[in-house]
């Protein structure tokens, strides 16, 4: 079994997610009391929050550089950056280590194509919906469409992440927003949604709606259990 490494902690509330996800799925294709081998850096995210609304993106580069080097150094095989939103620095961490990266977008891109879909919606941080280093690498790469809410939404699904999840903070009235926001996507013809980010599957689970939701939290450690036993 290769050993997983996990830059986690932005936020922990879904790092925790991972952490349980992937031992599951190392537990289900093993058996008895088997678990997964994981080398793992939380980090306090706080600063990296503001560093983010700050455009500091060269900052957190290197601290998380720094932190990618120390899982390296304890043992892990390949690496998963355990955030949608930060993989806007994936390629500069990717550069600073020699273990292979796991990106999540290509997780989620293989996961689509899968099952036939080529247009997509797709929910997360402002900057995931609107910078082209996540929804541009789908397009490119694996020629999808990809459609993102109005502004007005995107600005809802933002803040209730900031706000709200990634403080463990669960509210009915944000999953009804998020629902009808993923109804509205649906009128644009798309036939699946990414839920970028990885805190959002804890607010909106698939049996709250029949629109195909593509958790990237869920394919990611999946993937990353597929790739250690492989």
């Not at 997360?124 to 809410?149: C, D, H, N, S, W």
């Not at 699904?157 to 706000?163: A, C, F, S």
């Amino acid at each position: 079994m290769k050993t997983i490494g996990l830059l986690g902690g932005m936020s922990w509330e879904s790092t925790l997610e991972y952490y349980k996800m992937i031992n599951d799925g190392i537990k289900d294709r093993l058996g008895g009391l088997h678990s997964a081998k994981i080398a793992m850096v939380s980090v306090d995210f706080e600063p990296i929050e503001k560093l983010q609304h700050q455009g500091k993106w060269d900052e957190m580069a290197k601290m998380l550089s720094h932190d990618a080097k120390n899982i390296e150094k304890a043992g892990a095989d390949f690496l998963l950056i355990c955030t949608n939103t930060m993989h806007k620095i994936a390629g500069k961490i990717e550069n600073s280590i020699q273990i292979p990266l796991l990106h999540i977008a290509d997780a989620t891109a293989e996961e689509l194509i899968r099952d036939g879909i080529k247009k997509v919606g797709l929910i997360g941080t402002a900057f995931t919906m609107e910078e082209e280093f996540y929804k541009g690498r789908l397009e490119k790469k694996y020629g999808l469409q990809v459609i993102t809410p109005n502004k007005k939404d995107r600005e809802i699904i933002h803040k209730i992440i900031y706000n709200e999840l990634c403080l463990g903070k669960i509210k009915d009235d944000s999953k009804k927003e998020y629902l009808r926001i993923i109804n509205e996507l649906t009128k644009n013809g798309v036939k699946g949604v990414i839920l970028g980010c990885t805190e959002i599957g804890l607010l909106v689970k698939q049996s709250d709606t029949d629109i195909k939701l593509f958790d990237t939290t869920q394919i990611h450690a999946e993937k990353a259990v597929e790739l250690a036993l492989r």
